[in-house]
């Protein structure tokens, strides 16, 4: 099994797993490699391209990653970015400079005007914006290149010589503010390169699959199945490579969504694995009765969990692997520093420190969430597992406001359901990425038939977001909402009123607690 193959050679830029994930949605093997990678050994990878990404350094800086000038030798295209663009530049025989503050420095989004007769550029717009982010500049291009991008700013934000196959940009192309980004960088596969679109996701997963068998042998491998679209995907990709070696734990703590539980379980019912389903639920409601603090609701889910996991691990006896189902934004994440805590995010799965074993399987790091769930229904889970919207650790728990009971929480249950049930209905659900019904602890006087009601407010939230650090609320139509609303004060007994959130994060979090 053998494919064209594309070469992303990091040089330290914050964007070097996404320009991967661009050339793979174009079809298109590749893999990242450090620059320090020496010559022969991509050389024997056989590439049909290179890509240089971006880095913090400035070419003429004393420690800057520099490449073996005989890369330009080998007759493979080169598609150098921001720096990667400047170190072809520098290699060559151009010049690269500090830009003079207000001149070529720039940053951001910039209008920028092509020549579309460059392969780069081919049946693209001669204008649009791009994602700037750099401090140098390129005084002389080096022999040989033409000029084929500028700003008003920079004469020189791309740079081709088609004939050897080498182009550059100054800008980020594999970031969405770069209209047409990608479209650049599929005419370089293939209009330069001549990729001919041979990798799917259906060869990832076979390849993770071998990998995995070769890494596990014959060990014992140990998951926390939360029912989550990543710990999911990961569990069935465990499933596929090393069946009854795979035990999934599963615990169910009482604070899923309606049916959830019975959905997940059924999801794993075509694997012959050790599926093991801990029904918790008693046991966290009592752990949490008459706590309304949500820091200390989350602290004792955490724990909880973490107790009961660990307890069923030592029923399995030694284990060799435990997995996980980290995906490439969670790596990026946790290395952002230390960031103040708005809320301690559990995140039910990740427990090394309390289950003895040799080592930790993350078979989804280097992916982005949409092909987490492209590899789950490649895999054969069913679509409502692999589409579900983002659901916290804790559950339920955050979203019945104050002290829970098992009362309050079925309440929710239903009432969540009807919101997005009608949510779906009306195809909203593909313009809101996040959406949910809150049972807050106000109650307020109603009137039903000709009695007196004394419920609680229901309180719907949905939001539009990218990367659920920031978000806008979204707008449902009236009609939509009313119908959710009528649904549910009709059908839900102890909701008597409905109220729709209209606060975007921040000031407000996406969640209530
Ligand atoms: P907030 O409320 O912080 O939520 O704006 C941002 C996103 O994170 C989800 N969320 C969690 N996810 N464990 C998780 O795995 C948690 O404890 C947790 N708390 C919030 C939230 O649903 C939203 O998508």
Known sequence: MSHQTVIVLDFGGQYNQLIARRVRECGVYCEVKPYTTPLEQLKAMEPIGFIFTGGPNSVYDEKAPHVDPAIFELG??????????????????????????DTAREYGKTETYYDTTCKLFKGLPQQGISWMSHGDYMAKVPEGFALTAHTDACPNVAIADEKRGFYGVQYHPEVNHTQHGVDMIRNFLYEVCGATGDWTMGDYKNTAIRDIREKVGDGKVLLALSGGVD???????????????????????????KNEGDEVEAAFARWDINFVRVDAEARFLLKLAGEAEPERKRKIIGEEFIRVFEEEAKKIGRVDYLVQGTIYPDVIESGAGDAAVIKSH??????????????????????????????????????????????????LAIRVIGDLTKEKLDTLRDADAIYREEIAAAGEDKNINQYFAVLTNTRSVGVMGDGRTYDYTLALRAVTTSDFMTADWARIPYDVLDRISTRIVNEVKGINRIVYDITSKPPATIEWE
């Open 231 to 257: 710990s999911s995907v990961a569990a069935a990709l465990l499933a596929e490579a090393v069946g009854k070696q795979l035990t999934c734990v599963f615990v169910d703590h009482g604070l899923m969504r």
């Open 76 to 101: 493979v295209p080169v598609l150098g970015i921001c720096y990667g663009c400047q170190l072809m530049a520098h290699t060559l025989g151009g010049q690269v400079t500090a830009a003079q503050e």
């Open 346 to 395: 559990h995140n039910v799965g990740g427990l090394p420190d309390y289950v003895d074993f040799k080592e930790i399987i993350e078979p989804l790091r280097l992916l982005f969430k949409d092909e987490v769930r492209q590899l789950g229904r490649e895999l054969g889970l069913p679509k409502y597992l692999v589409m579900r919207q983002p659901f916290p650790g804790p559950g």
